[in-house]
Structures are given as structure tokens and as C-alpha cells.
């Protein structure tokens, strides 16, 4: 038990490896530009070989494919988001988005009505969370 306690993986940092570099380039610029470029990097940074097939996924499919395609807003792309993370209870990936979402043009109004929709389609509980986390992102940044 000692040696395993004492014993410390080393982390080896990695590097991104996407499979289309167009969509990952485009993922990443879309994903700075919603979550914000600090937290990205911070993200980037700290994946070790493990993690940082997921960050290529993510960079990749989500921000690459799904919010660079045409006929959705980025705006309504962060509703949709705000409602089905607030209906799966994802609180940390939900304070997230609420912040990606003030970054798209969503106002506080805005989500309010989204968690209240999310109350009747989805349950309440599912909605107080929702409300509990976007008040505490509104109250760190003064809104």
C-alpha cells in the first residue's frame, strides 16, 4: 500500500492529433470564441496523453462540425445547449455554457424563460439546479 501511495505516475503533456485538421481548426476557433480563449488553452494544456483524445473529439466534432455548420445561430446553438444540459443535470458543463451563452448574445431574461421551459418539459428539479447555477455565473459576472 506505502509503494502505491508513494508511487507517482508521471503525466506526459500531448499534443493535439485531429484527424481533419480543417474541422479542428475551425472547432478551435468557434470554441475560443464561445467558452472564451483562457479557458480553452487552460483545457488544452492541462490534457495529458488520456485526455487529449478528448479534447481533439470535442475540438474536432463538436465545435468543428456541429457549431460551424449553417442554419443554426450561435445564439440558438447555446439555447439548445442551456436545455438539454439543465434536462441531463450537468452542472459543471451547464455553468459553462451559461457563460458561452452571455458571450453568443443570450441575455439573462433569455435564459430564464429557456430553465423555465425546462421546468415543464423536464421537471423541476432539473429547472432549480439550471437556476441555482446561472444566478451563481450572473452574480460572478455582475449581471
Known amino acids: 500500500m506505502a509503494k502505491a501511495a508513494a508511487k507517482k505516475v508521471a503525466t506526459k503533456k500531448a499534443k493535439a492529433n485531429p484527424r481533419n485538421k480543417k474541422l479542428y481548426d475551425e472547432g478551435m476557433k468557434m470554441r475560443k470564441a464561445v467558452l472564451g480563449a483562457a479557458y480553452v488553452d487552460n483545457s488544452m494544456a492541462g490534457a495529458d496523453e488520456f485526455m487529449m483524445s478528448f479534447q481533439d473529439i470535442t475540438t474536432e466534432y463538436c465545435w468543428g462540425y456541429a457549431w460551424t455548420r449553417p442554419g ?4 440558438s446553438r447555446s439555447m439548445l445547449n442551456l436545455a438539454m444540459l439543465a434536462a441531463l443535470n450537468r452542472g459543471p458543463e451547464l455553468k459553462l455554457h451559461i ?3 452571455l ?3 443570450l441575455t439573462k431574461e433569455e435564459i430564464k424563460e429557456i430553465f423555465i421551459q425546462v421546468a415543464i418539459y423536464c421537471g423541476i428539479p432539473a429547472s432549480l439546479d439550471a437556476f441555482k447555477t446561472a444566478s451563481g455565473v ?3 459576472r455582475g449581471i
Request: proline share 0%.
Open 72 to 75: 443554426l445561430s450561435k445564439k
Open 138 to 140: 450572473f452574480k460572478d
Open 99 to 101: 457563460n458561452g451563452a
Open 103 to 105: 458571450n453568443n448574445g
